[in-house]
Each structure stands twice: as C-alpha cells, then as structure tokens.
C-alpha cells in the first residue's frame, strides 16, 4: 500500500485509487462535482483541485503545482495539501465561476436541502459573488412524467450525459452548444427513453433534473420520514429509500448495496411506488351483503367473521409471490400445507421451482450484481432484462465494458481514468449473446442477437452446451451455437443468464446444461436467473414444487370442497386468464381478500380486509439470486389498515390455533418459518431483530432537522399526539438516536455532517464504491451447488410455423407488465394499452396495419396491432399484464382475423389510473 | 417506431449531398465519424441545417438526432438557423479588439441595421462575432461570404458591404 502525505500526515491508500477518492475514503473534505464513484473521472470540472509537490524542498519552498485530485494516481510518497491557501483558492473559485449562471433559486428548487453544489458551496467557503453581468435563462424542455427539467442550474459538470449515454446506454440526452450556452438536453422535447433515466435525479449534483413525482407532491429531504426498503417491483429485489411526509409515500431514492444495485435503480422501482398513495386503497375491513353492498366494519367484527368462515370449515388459501415469506408462512400455517397455494398457475409453479432446483444444484456461481458486471462473455437465453429485471440488464451492459478495461490494464491505465479508457476501446466490447423471441433493450451492444421461437432459443442452448462438451463444435465459425460456445470458452468469467419470463422451462434447463458444460471444461461459470416477482424464488422455497397451483385449488372450487377461499395480496384477474379467476372466486366458497387496493378478486370477497404494502410493514423477501431481504415500514399504515402477518396472525389466535400460540411478534413469525422450512432457514439472518439497539437506542427514521412535527397535523387537532412506539423493529419513528455504525441492512438515509446530499454515503461504506461499514445487507440462501443438474435433458423438437396459426411469445414491458407501479402516477402515463407484436408480412396478409385491431382465437382477445419485424415467424408477440391480455398464455397457438368494429383504445387519463397520487 | 420515422425522413437529403456524404464515408471506420462533414455539405446546399436536416441526417449515419445535435451545436459556424445570403464573420478576439472591432461593429451596425446574431430584413447579412479568422498579423479582420477582408477600416466597411441596406 502506498504511503502518501497530505497537508503533512502520511496516510496508508490502496494502490491503484485517485487522490479524490482516497481522500473521501479516509474521511478528508475534497469537493468534487463531475467523478463519480461509479462511473469514474474526466477532470472537467476542476473542483476537486489540490496542490501537488514534486518534492520535500517543494513543499518547503511553498512552490507545488495545482493538480486535480480525481486525475491523479496516488503513488508511493507522494506530497499533497488539501489545505493550503492556494488549494483552498482555487476551489473557491470555481464554484463562484460554476455558478456564474446559477439562479441561486434553492427555495423553490426540489434539490434543495439535499444539493451537492449547496455542500461544496458551504465547504469551499464561496461567499461572496463578484459577478455583476447577465445570466443565461435557458428554456426547459418536457422530459415526461417522471423527470422535471431545469437548465439554468446547471454547472456543466456533464455527469448527466455520462451516466445516460456512456453508462446507461441513451441515445436521446446530449450536450448542446458550447461555452456558455452548454445545454444539457434532446435534440427536442419528449419522453426520455432510457428505462434509468431517474437515475439522473441522483447523478445530477445540482436541481437540474429532479423527480417530478416528488416536485408535484413536495417534501424536503430532511422533513422526510424514511426506512429501509426494498423494491418489489422485479425479482431483483434492489434497496430502496421511501421517503414519507403526512401518511404520503413521497419519494423513492437508491439504497446503496454493492452486490444488489449498486448506485442505481429503474424507473420502475425509482417511480413505480406511487400505487401506495392510490386511492383505490382499501381503508376499512369491508363485509359484502347478499344485495352486494360494501358494508365497512371495525377491525374486531373484521376478525371475528373471518375466525367464523374459517372455524370447523375446509379452508383453502391462495398466497402472493409479490408479498412478504412471513405473510405466506403464516397463511400456510393457517390453512394448512395441502390447502395452501403459493399463488402461482400450474406453468409458473414448474418455472420458479425449476429455477429454484437448478440454481440449488448448479455448481455455477449464482451471481449478484458485481459478478454480472465482471463477465467477459455473457449468453443471455429467452429474457428482454431491461424489461423483466431492469437492473440487471444495466449491470449486463456494464460487462461488456470489460474488454476496454482489459485493454486499459495493458496500457496501465486504472479504471477510473474513464475518458482515456472510453477513446482506447471506442466501440470495442466483451461478447454478448442475447437469443430471445423478438428484440432486446440490450440489443445496441450484443455482439449477436438472435430472435427465434422460445423452443429455438433452448435448442441453441443445448447446441452451445454440446459444443462445449464435445470440444468439436466449439469455434465452429458457421453455426451460431459454434460461435457462441467459442466466446464463452475463451472468458475468463462467463455468464449465462435466463429466466421466467419467456415461459420455457427448457430455457432455463438449456442455460443451466451451458453453465455445467463449462463447469465440466474446468471454467468457473456464473448462472442467474430472472423470476416474475419480488418473491417468487422465497415463495417456491416456502412451497416446492408439490403445492396445490391455482389450478388444483380451481379443481377443488369446482368439485364444491372449499368452504372458505382466503386469498392473500393477489389479484387473480391479473395473474390468470379470467376463465381461471371465474372458477377461483365465483364458485360457492366463501371468499376471504386480504389486500391492499381494491381491484376485481377484492370485488368477488364476501369479507375483505384492508392490508398494508411494502411501505407500512416489515417483511422478508427473497430476490431471484435467493437473497433473503427485510424491508421495514417507512410509517405505519393509516386508518383500520394492517399488515397482512397482523390481521392473520389475530385470526390464529382468535382460533386458538395451534401453531399461533408462541408467536406474538413479526420477529417470532420469521424465526418459525426460518425454524420450520429447511430452504429459508436463513432468512433470520437478513436483519437483525428489534431487540438490536445502536448505541443503547433505536435508529432514527427522522433526520435530526426533521421540523414541523408539532404543527403537522394541526388542521385536524392542534394538541400534537405521541410518536408511534415501533414494537417490531430496531428502528424509531423519531429523530433521536444514532444513524451511523449500524448493520448495513438498517440504513434508513444517509447524511453526515456537510453532506446532506447522497453523495454522502461514502462516509457509510467501508471504503468509495465499496461495500457499507455495517456489512452488506441482506442474506444469501442459496450457495453454489456442487451436484449439477441430475438428468441429463433432451432438447425440445425446434419450432415449425404452422399456417394460419400464430405461437404466442410473451413481450414484457417495465411500465405496464408489472401490476402495481401500473398504478402510480408518472408510470401510469407511460403504460400502453394491451397490444400485440407481428411482422409486417403477416400483418400485411391479415390486411392489418399499425394500429388496427386483431381478434385471437375469435374472442379469447381483441388487441391493438403493432408491427414489430425482429418477432420470430410464425409467432405473435403479446404484452404481458397489460389491458386485455390476461388471457393469452406465452406458448398457446391461435389464430388471428382483422378485428371488425375496431375502436383505438382511449388515451389514458393518467389521474384515473393512478387514483389522483398526485394533482 | 423511430426507425419507420427516420426511414421517411431519409428522402429530404437531395441525391446530391448523399452522394457527397458517402464520399465521405468512404474514408471513415464508423458511419458516425463524418458528422461533421455531413452537416458541412448540408449546410452548403441550404444554407443552414434545420432540425428536419439534423433528424435526416442523424438517421443516414446511425446515431440519434440529439447525439448530431449536439455536434451540429458544438460547432458556431454550423448554422441551427436560417442565415442571410451571406454571412459577415467579424472577429472580436484579441488582436481584432486591440486594433478596434468594436467600431467596425458599430459602423456595421450603422449601416446594416443589424446586432450580432441578427440578419438584415432584406436577407442578404447576417452578422456574427468569430473568436478567429487565423490573421491576427493583418487585425482586423473580417469575412463576408468567402472573402476574408484584412486591415479593415472603419471608412471601408460601407465600400466593402456594398452601400447597401439601409437600417
Ligand atoms: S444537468 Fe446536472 S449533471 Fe448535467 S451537467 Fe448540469 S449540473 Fe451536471
Ligand atoms: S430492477 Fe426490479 S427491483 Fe430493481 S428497481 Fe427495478 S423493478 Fe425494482
Ligand atoms: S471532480 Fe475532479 S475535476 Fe471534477
């Protein structure tokens, strides 16, 4: 480790790192704008300047030379001063000349309270303004629902268009004009494309691209509530931040985990939790009368007709892949294993099971999202990731990147030189195979993309595999398998990724055959898996294989031996063709909803209580690498709403069930499940429980300036009511207590004295970029297997287009395929109604052009036409979970006829949607 | 959906210009690199490159409207609007200032009407501050049109703009 000397005090720093980010890590002020820890240093904006000496009788002499401290590699015996005056000058002087052109407009600009360029302004002592000209006003342009724009506060440190178009793949976001006109924005207005654009709300150091969502419905950084979270949005299970203000979910920021999602979210996650301010909320347990009438009863009624309906009947109950393992475990213990469904249809129980099994046997590495973003070679099978796990896709694109990196590491260069690096590889890229049913958002850097039918993409997955196993084939220039099987031999870390979505079991088989073939050639190969939901993978831990599917719980409706259906935080509409949801819920059983928005399964409920989401209770979810996560309450749900485990937990006791006896608390329920099921009996593990106290007290949801508490709710009542008491974890409503040197998965914000910003996190990671000081939140439940797949598997006969029948290929979208960030105001403009994908020949042949409607199967759907070439012949993409297509099933066959008395679907007006969120 | 855009967008680049920016092309490892040179020959066939040119031409070299944008906007002397028949370039950097472009501004003005960045209402100027013309030893200097006119005087401008337009 070099030894290096700062302002006189020798310092021990890794090798290889640049001044700026040794200094962040050993706790030194040095402001910055433009580097930034994930995507490295340019050195355009100058902030971050130091005074370098060449030597001992330099620095004695006062003489050094100003260098900027991300530009420069620390070097053994190396001599800086951050302090000195002509440092200190300096970088006073730039902020004034960054902001030359700044409105100084901090009381009406969302950033405020949270702004670097607020930070670094205070750090470097500017005070005092010179400039006495004009100032540029630029005009603003529409970005869409989610993002505001604000030019005029721009510094030009150009982090925006790095991270949109270097890091995330943009194409629609650039630097216009020069000097003093630079003007960060698209060529017009419009929707930006990028699936991370939000992003930008947190690169941006200063108010120049902000949440919209937030800016309609406002609170400042510090006057929010926040907890520890996690998305549901995706089975990647990324951290969050929600931020709460007057029982209002107002904001979701990035939490920081090095091996889940680094510094970024999608904008699924990002905006995609608005749904919990939706006011198609349930507020109160609701009885329905035989004339069909709602009628709200109190809790303790609530409690007692569900006791009554479940008490000496045959219960059955269907739980949810996208809510917590505790509510699931504790509905299964109510009903009993056999009564229990885990949620899932028949073809989703195999997939998810399937990709449980697989990845339990692999003896690949199961990798998160630092070992994606190492691979050299990457074969994806079957999956659109931008569009069914978001953030893995940009952790894919990242990879790719590798073989610049290699090229620098010839050179000498460090990763973080990031210009120089960009400008050696130019368009150079480690390979990327994608094989998937129609085009990719990663499309822009696969070396190849293949669109084939999803029998096809497993047959080309069994094809790779036998290429690597017979040796033979691999190389093999003419086949495309050949090609493949070459790219991933000569890696030194591939990667194979499939997953659910396509709806191919064989897929996900063809992927694991790949994995363990490279394994067999002495390679030591990642595997991953993408999954429906957030806890799809916890779900089939919970269950297996051989739990009743909603199929067999339909049976059972049908034959009249279910009194009693519960079901549990899942729409069934939504998740099954409504001949399915029919059966389910209008059969004779009395059925039982616990959910937290009204939609058509809470409509067919005789009883129907209101629960609380993601944001109002604790939970444990299992993402798609089997990291069991906890989630907290950013606050407590409002009126007679309660968590799911709360209103089940109080119906077993009313029972007197057995099993409730010993459990009182959310902690009890985890560790009997962790107690019970071999699979999830780490799941105590992803947290600690509420007995943990940071230094003899609980941590504080509510940053220290936290203000306005007693005049909050002083329109209802001016007498201010007692903080709530959280019994459940270690975390309190209050701003008292100590938010630092906690475990990593209690970080509810992050601020440190002079960084209000998010850029102060680094004095919460054990070293810039690197993993928290409390350890990395979270627990991994699967480690690599060693068995490998038991069977070995045929491939599937390939796919042979028959006339006048089309093969439905599942298409997913991140605003739209998803149920409930559908809802949330922002997303909700941006989700399309129900559509279908065919080529142009066949559209051209049914006489169908964009825009027009088809009809599947005469009435099974009536969809809108898109024309779409990149779909495989002989197939018909559909979108999946949006408007009019829960019937249709990835893999079904149908026919197709111009539909007659086709009507365009009415443009969304997104407030209905998103039940008025926002106004 | 941008494909099918753009795909129609193709045609309002002229024969002409497409053939010359292939020409270019041809030299060139990526489509993209000649940017520059497309908007050049655009701009020498029309004068200025309108946003209808800048989306045509982004699609003819791969890259997205805003990327070329950005480049079209880089550069002062790729004209994002309409320009009069000739462009008075009159350089304001340092020589030229020593050696007092600020009166031959005024004296331009006097007689054209016209401010920096403006066009004289019969089209025929427009007038615009450069930072260099590479002919400081000759300051100061200014072109209108092609021609780069040396030592200019502040009694030259009126020969030199022709007497004419009256603000
Ligand atoms: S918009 Fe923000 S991120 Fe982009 S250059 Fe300006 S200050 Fe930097
Ligand atoms: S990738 Fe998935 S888990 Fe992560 S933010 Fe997006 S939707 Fe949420
Ligand atoms: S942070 Fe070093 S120059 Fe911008």
Redesign the interface.
Known sequence: MPTIRIDGVEYEVQAGKNLLESCLSLGLDLPYFCWHPAMGSIGACRQCAVVQYQSEEDEQAGRGRIVMGCMTPVSDGAIFSLDGDRAREFREAIVESLMLNHPHDCPVCAEGGECHLQDMTVMVGHRDRHYRGRKNTHRNQYLGPLLNHEMNRCIACYRCTRYYRDYAGGTDLAAMAAHDHVYFGRHEEGILESEFAGNLVEVCPTGVFTDKTLVHDYTRKWDLQSAPSVCVGCGVGCNTLPGERYGRLKRIHNRFNVEVNGYFLCDRGRFGGGFVNNQQRLDYPGLRGDDGRYNAVDHHQALQHMAEACRNARVAAIGSPRTSIEANFLLRQLVGTDNFCPGFTELEQTLVNLALELQQQSSAVIADIRSVESADAVLILGEDLTNTAPRLALAVRQSVRNKAYEMAAGLGLETWQDAAIRNLAQDRRSPLFIAASGDTRLDDVAEQHLSLAPQDVARLGFEVAAAIRGGGGVGNSDTAAGRIAAALMEAKRPLVISGTSSGSPQALQAAAAVAEALAGAGHRPMLNFTVPEANSLGQAMLTGSAAPSLEAIAERCDRGEIDTLLVLENDLYHRTPAALADRLLHSDSAIIAVDGLDNRTTSAARLVLPAANFAETEGTLVSLEGRAQRHYPVFLPQGERRPSWVWLLACMKELGHPTATDLHQFDDITRACAATVPALAGITGAAPDHHFLNVGVKIPRQPHRYSGRTAMRADISVHEPKQPEDEESPLAFSMEGLNRWQPGALLPFVWAPGWNSNQSLHRFQSEVGGPLRGGTAGMRLLGAGTTGPTAAIDPPPSFTPVEGRWQLVARHRIFGSEELSALSPGICELVEPGFVEMRGADAHGLGLTEGDGVELDAGLATLAVKINDSIPPGCLGYAVGHAGTANLAAGASVSLAKATNWQRPPQVISTDRSGGGHV | MTETTSMQLVPTLSEEELRLIDAEIAHVP?RSAVAIDALKIVQQHRGWVS?ES??AIASYLD????????IA????LIFRRPVGDKVILLCNSISCWIKGCDGLQQKITEQLGVQFGETTSDNRYTLLPVTCLGACDKAPVMMVGEELHEDVAESSIVRILGGSTEP
Not at chain 2, 63 to 70: H, Q
């Open positions: 990526y946003d800048i989306k890259m997205s409207a805003d990327e070329l944008d950005g906007t880089f550069y002062n």
